[in-house]
T-cell receptor
Framework: GENVEQHPSTLSVQEGDSAVIKCTYS??????FPWYKQELGKGPQLIID?????GEKKDQRIAVTLNKTAKHFSLHITETQPEDSAVYFC???????????FGTGTRLTIIP | NAGVMQNPRHLVRRRGQEARLRCSPM?????VYWYRQLPEEGLKFMVY????????ESGMPKERFSAEFPKEGPSILRIQQVVRGDSAAYFC???????????????FGPGTRLTVL
């Protein structure tokens, strides 16, 4: 089955700087890659996603890149703000399986 | 449009009791997924259901756990004879799963935090 690895597990960034979180996946059939933000005591909130026919997608300060050959994808947050502090999870889905396999999460702390 | 709703938000059970977790998907969504999250870990898939059908239960423990999504009403995740190892946050997600660009997107509820004493 699919295996998703996520790095780093913790990340501290000065407010205003950029943050990058990386994930690799094992199943070349995976074709959908969402990123979720989870705040303490809450459910995961979708922040951006990318499909295998696209190499990059951007939404304001958030961008995701996908390298299908290398089987890795990354989340980029620019101009970080204190409210970006949370745990971020990457995930991968093989449409045939229709279930998400999650990474182990990155705890992002924005230092004011 | 209300999001995915789960109740209760917190549930305390003693060992050997039953736990029932409920999930109402977003309006118009007919596909429900259950995930479990242990402290400081990622989410693990348990089961995928459509109305009246279990599609994939490959992540569900073989004993004590069951799930249903009846024609009317919420999806139910049922844990019989709970043990301390069942303590976790249980999240439900829903998706429309129709032939639309966003069909794969899963939207999560706030979760039920189960504590087994």
């Amino acid at each position: 089955g699919e295996n998703v690895e996520q790095h780093p597990s913790t990340l501290s960034v000065q407010e205003g700087d950029s943050a990058v979180i990386k994930c690799t996946y094992s199943d070349s059939a995976s074709n959908y890659f969402p990123w979720y933000k989870q705040e303490l005591g809450k459910g995961p909130q979708l922040i951006i996603d990318i499909r295998s026919n696209v190499g990059e997608k951007k939404d304001q300060r958030i961008a995701v890149t996908l390298n299908k050959t290398a089987k890795h994808f990354s989340l980029h947050i620019t101009e970080t703000q204190p409210e970006d502090s949370a745990v971020y999870f990457c995930a991968a889905e093989d449409f045939g399986n229709e279930k998400l396999t999650f990474g182990t999460g990155t705890r992002l702390t924005i230092i004011p | 449009n209300a999001g995915v709703m789960q109740n209760p938000r917190h549930l305390v059970r003693r060992r050997g009791q039953e736990a029932r977790l409920r999930c109402s998907p977003m309006k118009g969504h007919s596909h429900v997924y259950w995930y479990r999250q242990l402290p400081e870990e990622g989410l693990k898939f348990m089961v995928y259901l459509q109305k009246e059908n279990i599609i994939d239960e490959s992540g569900m423990p073989k004993e004590r756990f069951s799930a249903e999504f009846p024609k009317e009403g919420p999806s139910i995740l049922r844990i019989q004879q709970v043990v301390r190892g069942d303590s976790a946050a249980y999240f439900c997600a829903s998706s429309p799963r129709e032939r639309e660009p966003l069909a794969d997107t899963q939207y999560f509820g706030p979760g039920t935090r189960l504590t087994v004493l």
